[in-house]
């Protein structure tokens, strides 16, 4: 059974642009959540999306927006990027997000210059 | 708010037995969990707890669930090298299951 997976794992923006990552959660799995992950700040939790529809947000600028396909794909788009934002973007996904195990990727590592 | 805390650094030889602390601080987070992270990569689930019971048992994995002093740990029995790396504890937050408010690592090091 495939696990979730990350595109781009590496890249590089200079600042002022905008990014877009992918994740595809384990087969039969509908919820997706990001995290970002810095030295500074840690693992914090971005989005949550269920069924296509953001569950759950968390404490990050409107330049961080995601979205969900019906196939349960999401992307996450960061727009006007600023050096801050270099970081590790990690996907989690679980069944149903109720209850139980999250399982992560292997992130997708953004360096702005 | 949540708050989780670790301490940042353990030490242990080959063969002991190690022991990751954690503390937190929302009263009703469902789940508990411990994550690994090896360098250049992602978290890797090793176990989680729900909040009703006192310990879980996986293997070479034990965690222990103090409710009252809101106080998980994680044992490993016989440390191996591979060990080595950070380990995260989370918990979930109020806003919901796939919302972890995540510690700030322990960084386990296993000398031969």
């Known amino acids: 059974k495939a696990g979730v997976t990350q595109t781009p794992r590496y890249l590089i923006k200079t600042r002022g642009q905008q990014v877009t990552l992918s994740c595809s959660p384990i087969s039969g799995h509908r919820s997706v959540s990001w995290y970002q992950q810095t030295p500074g700040q840690g693992l914090q939790f971005l989005f949550e999306?269920?069924?296509?529809?953001?569950?759950n947000k968390g404490n990050f600028p409107g330049r961080f927006s995601g979205r969900q396909f019906s196939n349960s794909r999401s992307e996450m788009n960061v727009s006007t990027l600023e050096l801050g934002d270099s970081a590790l973007y990690l996907c989690?996904?679980?069944?149903?997000?109720?209850?139980?195990?999250?399982?992560f990727g292997e992130g997708s590592r953004l360096t702005v210059l | 708010g949540e708050d989780v805390e670790q301490s940042l650094f353990l030490s242990v030889r080959e063969g002991d037995s190690s022991v990751i602390n954690c503390t937190y601080t929302d009263s009703s987070s469902t789940y508990l969990y411990w994550y690994k992270q090896e360098p250049g990569a992602g978290l890797q689930l090793l176990t989680y707890?729900?909040?009703?019971?006192d310990m879980k048992q996986d293997q070479r994995l034990t965690v222990l669930l103090n409710k009252k002093d809101k106080h998980l740990s994680l044992r490993i029995a016989d440390t191996q090298t591979g060990d080595s790396a950070i380990y995260f504890c989370a918990e979930t937050d109020p806003r919901g299951y796939s919302t972890l408010t995540f510690g700030k690592g322990t960084m386990l090091l296993v000398s031969p």
């Open positions: 707890i729900f909040s009703n019971m």
């Open positions: 989690a996904s679980s069944l149903t997000g109720e209850a139980g195990e999250l399982f």
């Open positions: 999306y269920f069924s296509e529809t953001q569950r």
